[in-house]
């Protein structure tokens, strides 16, 4: 055993390590449910995943990338070593660093802490794939960016994983079985309402396209379009892509004693309140009189969380 493989070994054992690991990105993107640059507000807000309910068959290609050729287990070897070395998207993690400096006869290291050190400071984007991006569609979710990623962190035995839901367009791939809501994970009951959805229905496959053959659309049936039209929180939520902490997608704590992440809105105000009426094919926005203080408005348009 080499001492690398002794140090994952240690890394295992110790999870208050993983606190460390994981402190760049609380900097960088400025704390759980947050990501600090407007460009990417509602990009990749810090939350996260019990390891568990990321296992192999979770991954875009359908299993873990390093088992998939020598040069994909090279890379999450590469990854495991510079998360251990470095923390997660580290000050001296390559995620900063750019071939294009080389090319341009800078310092590619020194250039990449410049980058890191801008997005500390607020000055810069992360990049709405900072942290690993989890796909979902009405018929299931899987592992959408960060594949590598997700494979290094639960080969090195990471307890929990940081990622955050995005809408998908690849519903056909989502029927697969390894993609399916488990009975107990499907959308939580704000997740459900502020998509426009009436019922799980929606979120259990593969039987109800048979049960339902009426009415069950896989890409949301006639009704539901309707309800979301092409602005405002469902469709944003539903089609748009803007970004969901995964305890608020499911709508219950996910990792035990972080609590779960719920819409950042003044006091006295819950995502059962941000009002669903005027949000239609051309309206873009709350009245007055569904909003009288901008807060909805605030929200939709600038994504923040907060721990509940």
Do not use: C
């Not at 460009?39 to 995943?49: C, T, V, W």
């Not at 979770?58 to 998939?68: E, I, M, N, V």
Request: hydrophobic share 30%.
């Amino acid at each position: 055993m080499t001492a690398f493989d002794t140090a994952w070994d240690l890394l295992k054992i110790d999870e208050g390590m993983w606190e460390e690991i994981y402190a760049p990105l609380y900097e960088v993107l400025g704390g759980r449910g947050k990501n600090k640059r407007s460009y990417a507000g509602s990009a990749s807000p810090l939350d996260f995943m019990p390891t568990e309910m990321l296992p192999p068959s979770r991954h875009w290609q359908g299993d873990a990338p390093s088992t998939l050729g020598d040069s994909d287990n090279r890379r999450v070897e590469g990854l495991m070593e510079s998360i251990m070395e470095h923390g997660m998207l580290g000050r001296d993690s390559e995620w900063w660093q750019h071939r294009s400096d080389e090319r341009r006869g800078l310092n590619v290291i020194e250039e990449g802490k410049k980058r890191y050190d801008k997005s500390a400071a607020g000055l810069d984007a992360v990049g709405n794939v900072a942290i690993p991006q989890l796909q979902f569609t009405p018929s299931g979710w899987g592992i959408g960016e960060g594949n590598h990623r997700v494979d290094a962190l639960r080969r090195m035995g990471a307890p929990y994983i940081p990622a955050y839901m995005s809408s998908s367009g690849y519903d056909r791939k989502m029927r697969k079985p390894q993609y399916n809501y488990d009975e107990d994970m499907i959308y939580g009951e704000d997740m459900r309402r502020l998509m426009g959805l009436t019922s799980n229905r929606y979120a259990q496959l593969p039987h109800l396209a048979e049960e339902y053959p009426e009415s069950f659309d896989y890409n949301m049936n006639e009704e539901h379009r309707r309800a979301t039209g092409g602005y405002g929180i469902p469709a944003s939520f539903g089609r748009r892509g803007d970004a969901v902490p995964p305890s608020f997608f499911f709508g219950r704590e996910l990792v035990p004693g972080m609590g779960r992440l719920i819409p950042d809105l003044p006091k006295g105000l819950s995502a059962q309140d941000i009002p669903m009426k005027e949000l239609y094919q051309s309206d873009g926005s709350w009245g007055k009189a569904n909003d009288p203080t901008g807060a909805f408005s605030e929200f939709q348009d600038n994504l923040r969380w907060r721990v509940a």
